[in-house]
């Protein structure tokens, strides 16, 4: 039934669920000021690391949970972040170095994408349009800072854990 089992799917969910509990524990802190957002974190490493169905049920596993604490529509975030899953599986060979510019440049424009579609696409509590876009820029500009900081660290951190389990793991070549 099942030929092999792969690691580094519970590895990469285990991390994903870190990152949703410490994202929504800081959001709950700042969220008068700012709300953080951060679903590249989420699609980037099982996008590069695993194969395609893998990939493609971790990043729907974490938009699922991801849903739990984000005032957002059930279903729309999932296929966002699938399809967004399924360009970065698609285009992974370019990132097999794993390179820190790279990895910014991606995980940043991936977020600003995702950013901007839940910004036009979902709906908002603001009185005005002027005060809910000041809102999404300074959300936006704050989470483009932080994943600045942490995207080559959380694309790098799957691989560093399986080497240290004695396992090799890199950029997913093929299916």
């Known amino acids: 039934m099942i030929k092999t089992f792969d690691i580094k799917i519970p590895l990469i969910l285990a991390l994903n669920l870190c990152y949703v509990y410490i994202i929504s524990t800081l959001n709950t802190e700042i969220s008068p000021y700012v709300y953080i957002m951060l679903p590249a974190v989420f699609i980037v490493p099982p996008a590069l690391f695993l194969n395609f169905l893998p990939a493609m049920f971790v990043v729907a596993f974490s938009a699922l949970i991801n849903e739990v604490v984000m005032p957002v529509r059930t279903g729309l975030v999932c296929a966002l972040w699938l ?93």
Do not use: W
């Open 83 to 175: 399809s967004c899953a399924y360009v970065v599986h698609n285009q992974r060979f370019r990132f097999r170095t794993l390179d820190a510019f790279s990895v910014i440049s991606l995980m940043l424009v991936l977020n600003f994408s995702i950013l901007l579609l839940y910004a036009l696409c979902l709906p908002n509590g603001c009185a005005g349009t002027a005060e809910y876009f000041y809102r999404v820029a300074i959300d936006v500009s704050v989470s483009s800072a932080v994943l600045i900081a942490i995207s080559k660290f959380t694309v790098t951190l799957p691989a560093d854990i399986m080497r240290v389990l004695g396992v090799d793991i890199s950029v997913a070549e093929g299916d």
